[in-house]
């Protein structure tokens, strides 16, 4: 009865920007984090950013720290993604998360709301 949706994916020139955005629909809830994770054809799902609400902790990946910036709202459980200088290997399916009860920010276990993805292609 939750839903996340993604949106601002696309295909994008390496070095170009695009900016992500997850909006929560549905039944209302609190989240304590929310996160984007990643996913490429063959591998598995990866994590790139997360933000704990309470005290605004923010992580990211080692391969995105320096391009990539998390942000949102913990009212509207929204949560944004701009992603600068982009690189081919940043090619995924870019999966929205939002978790009610969750300790570990990097792993998708804990994070009980998912989106249904997407696509952001980077060319060379």
């Known amino acids: 009865q939750v839903q996340l949706v993604e949106s601002g994916g696309g295909l994008v020139q390496a070095g170009g920007s695009l900016r992500l955005s997850c909006e929560a629909s549905?039944?209302?809830?609190?989240?304590?984090?929310m996160a984007w994770f990643r996913q490429a054809p063959g591998k598995e799902r990866e994590f790139v950013a997360a933000?704990?609400?309470?005290?605004?902790?923010?992580l990211y990946a080692d391969s995105v720290t320096g391009r990539f910036t998390i942000s949102g709202e913990n009212a509207k459980n929204t949560v944004n993604l701009q992603m600068n200088s982009l690189k081919p290997e940043d090619t995924a399916v870019y999966y929205c998360?939002?978790?009610?009860?969750?300790?570990?920010?990097?792993?998708?276990?804990?994070?009980?709301?998912w989106g249904q993805g997407t696509q952001v292609t980077v060319s060379s």
């Open positions: 998360a939002a978790g009610t009860n969750l300790s570990i920010l990097m792993t998708p276990r804990g994070y009980d709301y």
């Open positions: 549905g039944r209302t809830f609190s989240s304590v984090a």
């Open positions: 933000i704990r609400w309470s005290g605004g902790r923010i």
